[in-house]
């Protein structure tokens, strides 16, 4: 495939050695510009190139990995060329303490993440590799069966782009489970008990059903004192995120 990565932080490289050790033709992006990304393109394999060219080379596949900050202020048009037939990736997620600021809609609970970050890309994106380290996706994907594989969500309102986006997690090491549509996503967020718990396929459908799809107001509170819990505890640490 021609994978196309918006982000050259700890997931999209991550993600590039994975799909370039795959035999992937993969090319990467970031805000500062491709002649800053030769340390990358050493690491991972990937071509470094502007994120106008990832998107353009991204024809199979593109992934959007930067601060969810950092959202709005990408290309106007960014898109514009890539096939409606191509998946696009969204990895973010919301850190309003330590990166990001507080986002209304997100506080309130109108939008979960991946709608907030669809409205302003103008395309349907699929939700998925936001809830794992990056080490752990770099490292830790094993062949189908093998005992204790790592499940990963997936959620989309686009079923055959889902569909697409779910084999490529297949083909990475890990179980793909279907976590619904966007406005279900909210069951991978920060603050919830599956973020980074690299759960087994069994366990994460257990988890997802007993969560119902509807967020309600109380478990949108309880899972943003626990986000924002994490976040003190990682400032207390010393802990910065770009």
Known sequence: MNIGIIGAGHIGSALAVRFTDL??????????????????????????VTAEEAAQHGTDLVVVTIPLKNIPDLPKGLLASVPKETPIIDTSNYYPMLRDGKIAELETGSLTESEWVQQHLGRPVVKVFNNIYADHLQ??????????????????????????????????????????????????????????????????????????????????KEFLANHAKTEQAMADQGIKLK
């Not at 992006?29 to 990937?46: C, H, M, Y």
């Not at 084999?167 to 549509?181: M, R, Y």
């Open 139 to 220: 490292n830790k994907g094993v062949p189908a069966g093998t005992p204790g594989r790592i499940s990963l969500p997936v959620a989309s309102d686009d079923a055959a782009a889902k569909q697409k986006v779910m084999a490529v997690v297949e083909e990475l090491g890990f179980d793909a489970v279907d976590d619904g549509t966007l406005h279900e996503s909210w069951r991978q967020q920060p603050g919830t008990p599956s973020y980074g718990a690299d759960m087994p396929a069994d366990k994460l459908r257990e988890h997802l059903a007993s969560l119902g799809t509807e967020r309600t107001e109380e478990q949108h």
């Open 23 to 48: 035999g992937h033709s993969v090319y990467i992006a970031n805000s500062r510009g491709p002649e800053t990304l030769k340390d990358v393109e050493q690491k991972t394999g990937a071509k470094a």
